[in-house]
């Protein structure tokens, strides 16, 4: 009997928390995304994150298998009746080793309990907001640019999203073009919503129209120049930021020089910053 139901769950994933892949695209051979159910009594904010994986390997002693999860953006927005994930693909990494052979009809776990700090709720009223983004990091900010509320709380909204290589940009440049012509949106939110959306994509280690660390076209003002922006202050300027630990330290410098605050669901400030999670 034991063995029957090991069977079953090495083929099959049979908890309460299991969702079924409905569709998988890969962008290059280190990134792909991926659509799955939603549970019907799943709630969350656009931007927050929830715990997904798979069974892992059964334990060598004891035959157990435990659940692989791991923190994932929700790439969706919270209006979506299905839910999309952003990933890498990491060759020996115990989850993406495997999440990044997922076909539609598989199942995944999904823990239905969202949190994170990248929700509108934990930022002050703004005329700008700016979503700071490298490599995966894009994925909440795929959701927050579906949400509407982000159009309605905001004059504009600037995505910057800085890449080794072009390849990786891909991703968040179809999204960028899938929301101008977003029929559900443009309808509720009225024809060309999306002139507010400036899309601010860079590359550090290939030929790209603009080059460089984000941080150093922030600093050096390349930035300003391009969008015709004089700064950052306080009084207009809010921010959401999603990267590696270094970049993420880097960008607050940034932030808080220029007189912004960072803050938390419990105390709304000018900015808020979460890692980009890695499989
Ligand atoms: P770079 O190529 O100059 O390191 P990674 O793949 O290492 O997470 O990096 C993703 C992108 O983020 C790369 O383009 C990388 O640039 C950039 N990056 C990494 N660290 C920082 C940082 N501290 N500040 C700004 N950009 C960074």
Redesign the pocket.
């Known amino acids: 009997e034991q063995t029957a139901v090991q069977e079953q769950s090495a083929s099959k994933v049979v908890l309460p928390d299991a969702q079924t892949v409905t569709s998988v695209k890969h962008w290059n051979d280190r990134l792909f995304s991926f659509r799955v159910s939603r549970p019907a009594s799943l709630r969350f904010r656009s931007g927050e994150f929830v715990m997904i994986g798979l069974m892992g390997d059964p334990d060598p002693k004891t035959g157990k298998q435990k659940p692989l999860l791991r923190a994932y953006s929700i790439a969706s927005p919270a209006w979506d009746e299905e839910l999309e994930f952003y990933s890498i693909k990491v060759q020996d990494g115990p989850l993406t080793s495997k999440l990044q052979h997922i076909q539609p009809g598989d199942q995944i776990i999904l823990r239905p309990k969202p949190v994170g700090t990248l929700v509108h709720d934990a930022l002050l009223p703004g005329k700008r907001l700016w979503l700071f983004a ?2 995966t990091g894009i994925a909440p900010f795929a959701s927050l640019i579906r949400e509407p509320q982000t159009y309605e709380d905001f004059d504009q909204i600037i995505l910057t999203h ?3 290589e072009v390849s990786e940009l891909q991703y968040g440049k179809e999204l960028v073009e899938s929301v101008r012509t977003d029929e559900l949106l443009n309808e509720l939110m009225g024809e060309g919503f999306a002139d507010k959306l400036v899309y601010y994509p860079t ?3 290939e030929e790209s129209p603009k080059m460089g ?3 150093d076209l922030l600093k050096d003002g390349t930035v300003f120049r391009d969008l015709g922006i004089e700064g950052l202050s306080p009084e207009t300027d809010r921010g959401m930021v999603c ?2 630990l ?2 993420n ?3 607050m410098e940034i932030l808080e020089g220029a007189g912004l605050r960072e803050g938390a669901n419990s105390e709304p400030a000018e900015f808020v910053v979460e890692k980009a999670f890695v499989g």
């Open positions: 490298t490599g800085t890449c080794r590359t550090t280690r660390r984000i941080t990267g590696s270094p970049f330290k880097d960008i």
